[in-house]
C-alpha cells in the first residue's frame, strides 16, 4: 500500500508540484468514486463496538484491528482521550444505532506526552480568549487509558459499561497491549 508520507513536500499542504494537498484529495475522491458501490448497509456497526483513538496518523486502526467497512463506529481526537464529546459520541453509539462494547486505544509516543495545560495559557496569550476545552495531557498512558475506561464506566448516559477495555497500541511493533484497568 502506498501512502502519502513517502511523497516529499515543501510546505504543509502543498504537494512539490504545488497542487494542494485538499485539490490532491479530492481528485483522489473522485477515483474512487468512478468505481465506487453503494455497500447497502446502514449505519449500525456490524460487530456492535465503537471504538475511541488518537488522531495520531500513525495508527491504522481497521488494519491493525482486522476490522472492514461497517463493522464498527470510529471515534478519534488527540489522545484518544475520552472528553464529553467522546461520551457524547458514544452514547449516540449505543443508544441510537446499537453498539454494546467499546474499545480504548491509546499509543506509545503521543504528542499529548509533551503538553501540558500551560498549552491553553499560551493560547489565550496569543488569541486572546481562553479555550474552553481542556488540554487532556497526561505523563503515563496507561494510567490515561485506566482514567479513560473509568469515566467510560461512570458515565450515566451509557448503558451499555459491561466490555469497557483499554489499550496502548506500539507504534513500533503494532501491537497492542492491554491496560489492566484495577492497576
Request: proline share 4%.
Amino acid at each position: 500500500m502506498s501512502t502519502s508520507a513517502h511523497r516529499p513536500t515543501r510546505t504543509a499542504g502543498t504537494a512539490v508540484d504545488d497542487v494542494p494537498v485538499t485539490e490532491r484529495l479530492v481528485e483522489a475522491n473522485r477515483a474512487y468514486a468512478a468505481s465506487f458501490a453503494d455497500p447497502g448497509m446502514g449505519a449500525r456497526p456490524v460487530l456492535g463496538v465503537a471504538v475511541v483513538a488518537c488522531m495520531d496518523a500513525r495508527l491504522d486502526l481497521h488494519a491493525a484491528l482486522g476490522l472492514e467497512l461497517g463493522d464498527c463506529h470510529t471515534i478519534r481526537n488527540a489522545g484518544g482521550v475520552v472528553t464529553d464529546d467522546v461520551i457524547r459520541s458514544l452514547t449516540i453509539s449505543q443508544r441510537a444505532l446499537g453498539t454494546r462494547s467499546v474499545v480504548l486505544i491509546h499509543h506509545t509516543g503521543c504528542g499529548l506526552e509533551s503538553l501540558t495545560e500551560g498549552f491553553r495559557h499560551d493560547l489565550e496569550m496569543e488569541v486572546g480568549q481562553r479555550p474552553a476545552w481542556a488540554v487532556e495531557a497526561f505523563a503515563d498512558v496507561d494510567q490515561d487509558v485506566r482514567q479513560s475506561m473509568q469515566r467510560v464506566r461512570t458515565s450515566p448516559f451509557l448503558p451499555h459499561t459491561e466490555d469497557v477495555r483499554g489499550f496502548v497500541f506500539d507504534v513500533r511493533t503494532g501491537l497492542l497491549k492491554e491496560v489492566d484497568p484495577r492497576v
